[in-house]
């Protein structure tokens, strides 16, 4: 299976936003970029997320300290579902 990849050039191009913009996220480790040669790639496993965050800042006008608080928030939530939803079907064994 090969992974897909897209300059940040094109992306940025693409989706109207700054590169500047993607190198914040990458300073901040919200996202990784793979370097090859002197250009940087997205993979196209973070496209959803990515988009998510170019919504967050664009539209909403929220930082990049913003998105990694609403990214930290959104994986506690996420996990604690994980959680609950394993603790019902440890209830629902004992029923």
Request: hydrophobic share 35%; with cysteine.
């Amino acid at each position: 299976m090969k992974t897909e990849l897209i300059t940040i050039t094109e992306y940025c191009i693409n989706y109207n936003i700054e590169p500047d913009f993607i190198g914040s996220l990458e300073e901040s480790g919200i996202i990784v970029l793979t370097s090859v040669g002197e250009d940087k790639f997205i993979h196209q496993e973070q496209f959803t997320e990515l988009n998510r965050y170019i919504h967050f800042h664009y539209d909403l006008h929220i930082n990049i300290e913003g998105i990694d608080a609403i990214r930290h928030l959104l994986d506690k939530v996420s996990s604690l579902q994980e959680e609950i939803h394993g603790l019902k079907d440890r209830l629902h064994l004992h029923e």
